[in-house]
């Protein structure tokens, strides 16, 4: 029998990735169906064209120029339960809405990106977790496992990816109807998709190829996260064999040769719109840990994207072990990032946010007043997310900055 030809543009990817550490993984490789979920994958129609690919890049290039500013945000984890019209339209409608106000305070066009169709797996810090009297597997996205407390649903399971495509296909089709809606500008400000490119299996299967180069189909602007970003990793491997626009988390760990490593497999052509690097460091830390990490790209000579995420590195426990994150801290790390990157002469390219559609209470700060009103809607499924009036807030004083 003859190969599909989509199975031979993915084989080479996946022989690419052989030997390479690849951390965060789930934990399906016995599984007996995974051969053919990934044969599926390998042959589904993309969710995302060579087309669509190449116009974001071109975008992210206008960022890089220092001509507009990028709103990036949307849940921490999505949910297969939330991939329906009403969900999806509100998400849009919320990104839409404070990227208006963005660029209305700060005289600059707003590129678009939500975190959607496809951001259903999460790197996470442990294995397992407590949950009442037992140890349970940790949940790890719904392509992955379910976040239900049982043995059984913690299970890693392969054939969620094909659950997930199903939902990536739904949100992207809608993604796409709304940005034809508002299409005819000058700037492609989208709406357009992005998610952390963690399950290889999923990843490596949906690489199609497009006007002679191969792309990831799976969304528009895939990232790494600040666990996945060795130079030498499977992940890196995979980003640098595409042609979409790419993003990078940049921790407080970060070393600044492995850094130039990852630089440079990433964007070996020095590409304005290829790389784009999403610092979390803290609001501790980034006064001073930006400033050189900026001097070193700069040297480098990568014209990157800046993106300041100003919530991961500010995450705290309160009591019953429950996460939050403290908007005052939120907005300090964003203000003094954009402040670091002016006096450094580079442009602070905008904001990578967890941001809930709906008025949730997971994070301390404006209506939510303290500790104790959290439990009332907190309802994410990993890490807790900005509501829309605290997030406006943000957006106020990153604008002011």
């Not at 220092?66 to 919320?94: M, T």
């Not at 890693?156 to 094909?162: A, K, S």
Request: glycine share 10%; charged share 25%.
């Amino acid at each position: 029998m003859v190969a599909d030809p989509l199975s031979l543009l993915v084989e080479p990817i996946r022989r690419r990735l052989d030997g390479a550490v690849a951390a965060q993984q789930p934990h399906w490789t016995a599984h007996p169906d995974l051969p053919g979920c990934r044969a599926v994958l390998a042959e589904a129609p993309a969710p995302v064209s060579a087309a669509e690919v190449a116009e974001v890049q071109r975008a992210v290039a206008v960022v890089a120029g220092g001509n507009a500013q990028v709103l990036q945000l949307g849940d921490c984890a999505e949910s297969f339960h939330e991939v329906g019209e009403e969900h999806v339209r509100a998400k849009l409608g919320l990104l839409h809405g404070l990227a208006d106000e963005l660029a209305r305070r700060g005289g600059q066009e707003v590129l678009r990106v939500g975190r959607l169709g496809g951001q259903f797996a999460k790197p996470r810090s442990q294995l397992t977790e407590r949950v009442g009297d037992r140890t349970l597997p940790v949940f790890r996205g719904h392509m992955v496992n379910s976040e239900e407390p049982t043995p059984a649903a913690r299970r890693h399971d392969p054939r969620r990816m094909l659950q997930a495509l199903a939902a990536s296909a739904a949100v992207l089709g809608q993604v796409r109807a709304d940005r034809t809606r508002r299409a005819g500008g000058p700037f492609a400000a989208g709406p357009w998709a992005s998610h952390d490119a963690l399950v290889l299996d999923y990843e490596a299967s949906l690489v199609r190829a497009g006007a002679g180069r191969r792309f990831l189909a799976s969304t528009h602007l895939p990232w790494i996260g600040d666990r996945t970003r060795q130079p030498g990793s499977a992940h890196v491997r995979l980003l640098a064999a595409l042609a979409n626009p790419v993003a990078c988390k940049v921790g407080p760990t970060t070393d600044l040769a492995a850094l130039r490593a990852v630089c440079a497999r990433l964007d070996p052509d020095r590409e304005p719109g290829r790389l784009t690097l999403i610092v979390r460091l803290g609001a501790g830390a980034v006064a001073d840990l930006l400033p050189r990490l900026v001097a070193a790209v700069r040297s480098w000579g990568h014209p990157v994207v800046w993106l300041s995420d100003p919530m991961h590195g500010n995450t705290i426990r309160v009591g019953g072990g429950l996460k939050t994150r403290r908007l005052d801290d939120v907005v300090t790390e964003a203000v003094r990032f954009r402040r670091i990157l002016r006096r450094c002469g580079a442009h602070p390219g905008g904001l990578h946010l967890e941001v809930a559609a709906t008025d949730v209470t997971e994070c301390v700060g404006g209506p939510v007043r303290d500790v104790d009103a959290l439990p009332r809607r907190y309802t994410t499924l990993c890490d807790p997310r900005l509501n829309p009036t605290q997030t406006a807030e943000l957006l106020r004083h990153w604008a002011e900055a």
